[in-house]
């Protein structure tokens, strides 16, 4: 042991070496401040103790907080510079933590405060958007001349546009162009208004031809004198969207879309007749439908037969009557001889009265008497003109296919068995009544009884382990559980390590009397051994003293030469300090 606390004492004593060429003093020195700082560390245990307390708690710290900082969702994209900033000073006025998405397009809140910050927003005006609608004339200085009025309006128009397309779902943003109307006194120099609107979709989204045609004609009725043929839509790919319809054919996306709805009308009306009856999952039911989208117009004029003169209406009636008697009439020149009769006509008073108390004319009193009586009575005519319904249908189609009876047999199992014909001919009754089904129109309707291919009954609500609400709550959990996991690493690898290493009492040598030394290595345990071993060597020896001292030297010094192999450095470290106490 002497001869190990020597060889300790001639490294210690020895004197540093100088320093290589080529280094300097400051070098030199910071280098030996440098080890010196670190002979105190090692010598001083507690410190590196603190410094890895710190360290875990950081860690811990660092975690916990990542674990309970709350999800970010997006609250808006797509901002104008005007719109973030302002957008930014209200979250910062209240408090509310945000962050910037990678490439700084969108702004993120906590997923919790979104909804209710987007109202709040809102009710503020923001974000106000980068069109501009007719609030540009609301700000207009006095005087300003009439083309910059005429040019204010029509970009207040086209922001108005904008706004009103950019609320539908499928939109992200719009530029509307208007080029408007320039009317003249003469005709060929008038130009009609035109507009453009370029679309900027969201991404995986897509508009219908309905949807085009929506925009189309708003933009159309909004401008005055600009007709739907005039309106240019298109995507941000440069894909036109309003594509003129070509010659002869009118068919356009909301016909396809009415012919789908008038047959998914009439499949669940024959679904819902026959889901009561024979149950929802043994019923299925498609519907084809020929629908007439041609325009046509019908004018036709019928006349009826005569009809009796009492019955019918009397249009116009001319009665003429001509009469000739015995004396010719005057004439003549007109005058006063030509005016007089050539005769007494016989007076009235003076014909003699019939037996009747009739006047009785002599037979030559009237020679010729004509009488004309033309009546004329009205056309019996009929005009009808009938306007064709757009989109009327011409013949309907059902194909209806029905599950086998389920029944348990006497057995106690489960059988299926095919309905009769009365109750397939009953069905089909039922469908007829259901889809109106007309014999003159060609309508046709089959209905197939055979039994269903067996699925699995999977519940379309999926399974609690899948729900939305389960996994937030397993991810908020797991985000704990990985900071408990790295909490309990911390400590196996790296606190108790040290605090078992730092705390562990050295192996210290105490001196005894007569000359002798002791050292605590392994603790109480160790020492009651060696204790015990002692004793049962002191019953059964002559001296008991000797004998005691000798057996606890041998064994604290081949303790000390294990720990010497096991441990050189802690050696060196007791040596050190043991110098170091004599000095």
């Known amino acids: 042991m002497s001869e190990t606390g020597a060889t300790a004492g001639r490294q210690n004593s020895t004197p540093p070496k100088a ?15 440098i080890e010196r700082v670190l002979q105190q560390l090692r010598g001083n245990p507690l410190v590196v103790l603190l410094i890895a307390a710190a360290a875990s708690i950081a860690i811990i710290a660092a975690l916990f907080m990542w674990a309970s900082s709350p999800e970010y969702r997006v609250l808006y994209s797509n901002l104008s510079e005007a719109d973030g900033g302002r957008i930014i000073t209200e979250l910062d006025n209240r408090g509310i933590p945000y962050q910037f998405s990678e490439g700084g397009q969108a702004l993120l809140v906590p997923s919790n405060q979104v909804h209710m910050l987007r109202l709040q927003l809102a009710e503020q005006g923001l974000p106000r958007g980068g069109n501009l609608g007719l609030e540009l004339m609301d700000n207009q200085a006095f005087g300003i001349s ?3 009025e005429q040019v204010n309006f029509q970009r207040g128009l086209e922001g108005e546009l904008a706004r009103s397309i950019e609320s539908l779902g499928p939109v992200e943003r719009v530029r509307v162009h208007l080029s408007m109307a320039k009317p003249s006194v003469f005709i060929r120099d008038r130009e009609p208004a035109k507009a453009s609107v370029v679309l900027t979709l969201l991404p995986g989204r897509i508009l219908g031809e309905g949807q085009v045609s929506a925009i189309v004609h708003m933009v159309s009725s909004s401008v005055p004198e600009l007709s739907v043929e005039d309106v240019t839509v298109v995507d941000q790919n440069g894909r036109l969207l309003s594509v003129k319809s070509r010659q002869g054919n009118d068919l356009d996306g909301t016909q396809l879309e009415y012919i789908a709805e008038v047959e998914r009308s009439y499949q669940r009306r024959i679904e819902n007749i026959l889901s009561p009856i024979l149950g929802s999952e043994n019923v299925r039911a498609q519907v084809a439908a020929q629908i007439d989208f041609s325009r046509r117009e019908q004018t036709s004029e019928r006349y009826g037969p005569n009809q009796a003169p009492n019955e019918s209406s009397v249009r116009s009636r001319q009665l003429s009557l001509a009469f000739d008697g015995e004396d010719p009439l005057a004439t003549g020149i007109p005058g006063a001889l030509s005016n007089t009769p050539p005769g007494a006509a016989p007076s009235p008073i003076n014909q003699e009265e019939t037996e009747d108390g009739d006047t009785e004319v002599p037979d030559n009193a009237l020679r010729n008497l004509r009488q004309d009586d033309v009546i004329n009575y009205e056309v019996d005519r009929s005009i009808e003109h009938i306007q064709h319904r757009l989109g009327q249908i011409q013949r309907l189609s059902a194909a209806v296919v029905v599950n086998f009876r389920r029944i348990i047999n006497d057995e106690g199992e489960i059988e299926q068995v095919a309905l009769t014909d009365e109750e397939v001919a009953q069905l089909e009754r039922l469908v007829q009544q259901a889809m109106g089904f007309s014999q003159a129109r060609g309508d046709q309707v089959e209905v197939v009884n055979t039994p269903f291919a067996s699925i699995d009954d999977d519940s379309s609500e999926p399974a609690w382990w899948q729900q939305p609400d389960t996994l937030s709550i397993a991810s908020t959990l797991g985000r704990y559980l990985v900071v408990a996991i790295a909490t309990l690493l911390l400590y196996l690898l790296i606190l108790r390590p040290l605090i078992k290493r730092y705390t562990q009492p050295p ?12 050292t605590q290595i392994g603790g109480e345990e160790d020492d009651q051994e060696v204790a015990d071993s002692v004793e049962e060597e002191d019953t059964y020896s002559s001296k008991p003293t000797r004998r005691r001292k000798t057996s606890l030297y041998e064994h604290n010094l081949n303790d000390l030469r294990e720990m010497a192999q096991e441990d050189p450095r802690m050696v060196a470290m007791i040596i050190r300090s043991w110098m170091n106490a004599n000095e």
Do not use: H, V
């Open 507 to 518: 192996a210290l040598a105490t001196a005894m009397p007569g000359g002798t030394f002791s």
């Open 146 to 148: 009439q083309f910059a």
């Open 19 to 33: 320093p290589r060429s080529g280094t300097t003093d400051s070098d030199s020195k910071s280098t030996l401040t």
